[in-house]
C-alpha cells in the first residue's frame, strides 16, 4: 500500500501568515493528490484535485504544487477559517489512502 | 442541492453486525464511484472502501477486508456498508462521499454526508 506523511503534524501560525505543508508518498503517485480541510465536527471539504487544481469555489489562497513523491499545499495568507486540520489523499492506486493530517492552530 | 445522508450507526457488541446506509440525492447516483471514509475519535481520516457505479467493482482497505461489504441499490440512490466481525478498533465516525467526476476510475471526493457514529464496545 501506498503511505503518505504530513509534515508538519502541528503547526502554530498567525494572521497574515504564509502557510506550507508536505506530503510525502512512499512511491511516486504521478499528480493523483488531493487536499481536504477538516473542522471539528464537520465534514472534510475538498480544496485541491490533481496535485494543483483548485476546487470550484476554493480560495484563490490555497494553492497546491508537486508531482511524483512531494507535494506541497501553501496557503498564501493565513485566514481565521483556516485554522483546520489538513489531509492529502492518494489516488494512485486503487487502494486510497489519507496522509494523518496536519493541523494548524492560531499562534 | 447533492445531498449524502447517513443513517445506522450506534452501539453493538465486539463481534455484532451494523448496516449502514447512504441516501444520496440532488445528483445523477448511478453515473458515480461512491465511497466510504471513517474518522476514529480524535484520528484522521481512513479511507474503508469504494464502489464503481455499477457495483462491478469494489476495493476496501486491508483491515476490513472479509468483514465489511460495501453495495449499493441504484433505483433506491442508496449505499450501504454491512460491517460484521465488529471489533473496537472499527468505533469511527462513517462518512458516505461521492466522486467528483463521473468517471470509470476512482477519483477525489467532492460531497460528504454528516456521517453516522459506530461504537464498538461490551
Known amino acids: 500500500d501506498i503511505q503518505l506523511t504530513q509534515s508538519p503534524s502541528f503547526l502554530s501560525a498567525s494572521v497574515g501568515d504564509r502557510v506550507t505543508i508536505t506530503c510525502r508518498a512512499s512511491?511516486?503517485?504521478?499528480?493523483?493528490l488531493a487536499w481536504y480541510q477538516q473542522k471539528p465536527g464537520k465534514a472534510p471539504k475538498l480544496l485541491i484535485y490533481a496535485a494543483s487544481t483548485l476546487q470550484s469555489g476554493v480560495p484563490s489562497r490555497f494553492s497546491g504544487s508537486g508531482s511524483g513523491t512531494e507535494f506541497t499545499l501553501t496557503i498564501s495568507s493565513l485566514q481565521p477559517e483556516d485554522f483546520a486540520t489538513y489531509y492529502c489523499?492518494?489516488?494512485?492506486?486503487?487502494?486510497?489512502?489519507f496522509g494523518q493530517g496536519t493541523k494548524v492552530e492560531i499562534k | 442541492e447533492v445531498q449524502l445522508v447517513e443513517s445506522g450507526g450506534g452501539l453493538v457488541q465486539p463481534g455484532g453486525s451494523l448496516r449502514l446506509s447512504c441516501a444520496a440525492s440532488g445528483f445523477t447516483f448511478s453515473s458515480y464511484w461512491m465511497s466510504w471514509v471513517r474518522q476514529a475519535p480524535g484520528k484522521g481520516l481512513e479511507w474503508v472502501a469504494n464502489i464503481k457505479q455499477d457495483g462491478s467493482e469494489k476495493y476496501y482497505v486491508d483491515s476490513v477486508k472479509g468483514r465489511f461489504t460495501i453495495s449499493r441499490d441504484n433505483a433506491k440512490n442508496s449505499l450501504y456498508l454491512q460491517m460484521n466481525s465488529l471489533r473496537a478498533e472499527d468505533t469511527a465516525v462513517y462518512y458516505c462521499?461521492?466522486?467528483?467526476?463521473?468517471?470509470?476510475?476512482?477519483?477525489?471526493?467532492?460531497?460528504w454526508g454528516q456521517g453516522t457514529l459506530v461504537t464498538v464496545s461490551s
Open positions: 462521499a461521492r466522486d467528483r467526476e463521473q468517471q470509470l476510475v476512482p477519483q477525489e471526493l467532492d460531497y
Open positions: 489523499q492518494q489516488l494512485n492506486s486503487y487502494l486510497q489512502t
Open positions: 512511491q511516486g503517485i504521478s499528480s493523483y
